[in-house]
């Protein structure tokens, strides 16, 4: 990396660290303009790498996939895109989200913890997206780039920058930012945004109703602003604008049929933050308040689960199953607990039904992977895993699953090819590197395999410069 990028990383870090939404970063800073296209996926690839140092991120395979299948049923009514989007989810109760010019798309658990649908965070996902698509950053005019640095190196000063010193940094910023194009460029990502989320299949109402989620923020919290609101001041105007758009588009559009996973998803979230037992407490009472709704049994079923407590998940999975047979993902979360208890007959059978419903859906052949490498059927494994790559292939899970696999067939070449591939979409490139080498001295470098393994070291080395 050049010394010039490292500083556009670097003041582009800084700045959406304290702020969130790039939509007001200004770019009048001399070394990025014009943003040359492959910069910005330099400066995304940069980022990402800087972002997993500093933030802590949600590490759920169900709740990665659920981000990204959003994320791409909305870039699928975008048309063609020249950046490889990535969605992550940080652990911090902000509420708040990013996105990084180059396509890297950062959901904060404060806000899906907010979000009352899959709809509303679509609205979220789909402003944000905008941005990025639209190369707002690149089209924004800003103050004095000179002032900027003087409040990154401000920032940088206070080693690591804690919380409180960057929020109030970032209110600084955000004031100076109320500039000419913002409200043009508000405008438009909220304008395009509602119409593609309808297009995508999501209720274009659900950008109102999180709008209103947002106002209700304010008003409990007017002090501490959070972070998206610094970025996207509400306004009437706005209110009016989405409300008036909604109007003019076609109705009867054929919304997103299955049902909505979100209370699963906010639950995984608060088992990764260890709160099973608040969980169990809640969603018993919930259940015996309702005992014919499945909801509470497969969240009660998901909690006894992540405490170890598999006949008590169990009876809750198998009656939510029964009380809903079309529960968000309730046949996958069966296949993995039988899975878990070496009932594999029962478990291929859950894994089939999860299957037959979401055929495209990768996590299904990722855990049925699982399923067949713990009765040691490795080929078959192996044929699950590819198919999960095929379905998802900028997912660096099943990469590694079948490196993993490759390595206990002993088929080494193979195996450190895969893991390095997925070190790469990890940005790991270091251990890419290694990886790659290590299957170059298996496979032998002038094999064709090995040709393609150095054209791809020089090529990861190049981009280091
Ligand atoms: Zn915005």
Redesign the pocket.
């Known amino acids: 990396m050049t010394t010039r990028l490292k500083k556009v990383w670097a003041l582009l870090f800084a700045l959406y660290f304290l702020a969130g939404?790039g939509?007001y970063l200004p770019s009048r800073v001399p070394f990025v303009q014009p943003i040359q296209e492959d910069e910005e996926v330099k400066i995304s690839r940069e980022f990402r790498k800087e972002a997993k140092k500093r933030l802590k991120f949600v590490k759920n395979l169900e709740v990665e996939r659920y981000v990204d299948k959003l994320g791409r049923r909305l870039l699928s009514v975008m048309g063609p895109q020249p950046f490889d989007y990535r969605y992550f989810v940080v652990e911090d109760s902000e509420l708040n989200a990013f996105a990084v010019p180059g396509g890297s798309i950062y959901i904060y658990t404060g806000l899906l913890d907010r979000v009352r649908s899959t709809g509303e965070l679509a609205a979220v996902m789909a402003?944000?997206t905008i941005?990025v698509k639209g190369r707002h950053m690149a089209r924004m005019s800003g103050p004095d780039p000179v002032s900027l640095l003087g409040i990154l190196g401000a920032v940088l000063a206070r080693g690591g920058a804690g919380a409180q010193a960057a929020g109030a940094v970032g209110q600084a910023i955000a004031v100076q930012r109320q500039i000419a194009y913002t409200r043009q460029?508000?405008m438009e990502?909220d304008t395009l945004g509602v119409r593609y989320m309808a297009e995508a299949g999501y209720d274009p109402q659900a950008a109102v109703s999180f709008l209103k989620v947002l106002d209700q923020e304010r008003v409990l919290n007017p002090v501490d602003i959070p972070p998206y609101l610094m970025?996207?001041p509400l306004s009437q105007e706005r209110v009016a604008n989405v409300e008036l758009l909604i109007r003019s588009l076609k109705p009867n559009r054929p919304l997103v049929e299955e049902a909505d996973p979100i209370k699963k998803i906010q639950t995984i979230i608060r088992l990764e933050r260890y709160e099973a037992d608040a969980v169990i407490a809640e969603q018993t009472k919930n259940l015996s308040q309702s005992p014919k709704n499945g909801a509470p049994a497969q969240l009660l079923g998901m909690a006894y689960s992540s405490k170890g407590m598999w006949p008590e998940s169990r009876e809750n999975f198998e009656r939510a199953k029964a009380l809903n047979p079309k529960a968000p993902g309730i046949d996958r979360d069966l296949g993995q607990l039988y899975t878990r208890i070496k009932e594999y007959r029962l478990a291929h059978e859950a894994f089939e039904r999860a299957v037959s419903v979401e055929p495209k859906e990768p996590l299904n052949y990722l855990f049925l992977g699982d399923l067949c490498e713990q009765e040691s059927n490795l080929s078959a494994a192996l044929d699950a895993y590819l198919t999960a790559i095929n379905l998802a292939p900028l997912w660096s899970e099943p990469l590694r699953r079948v490196g993993i696999v490759y390595g206990k067939m002993n088929r080494l070449g193979d195996a450190y090819d895969y893991l390095g591939r997925s070190d790469l979409l990890q940005d790991e490139d270091e251990k890419a590197i290694a990886d790659f080498e290590r299957a170059l001295k298996v496979l032998g470098p002038s094999s064709p395999r090995g040709q393609l393994i150095k054209e791809e070291i020089q090529a990861i080395k190049a981009r280091k410069r």
Do not use: K, Q
């Open positions: 939404c939509s402003h944000e941005h460029l508000e990502a970025d996207h």
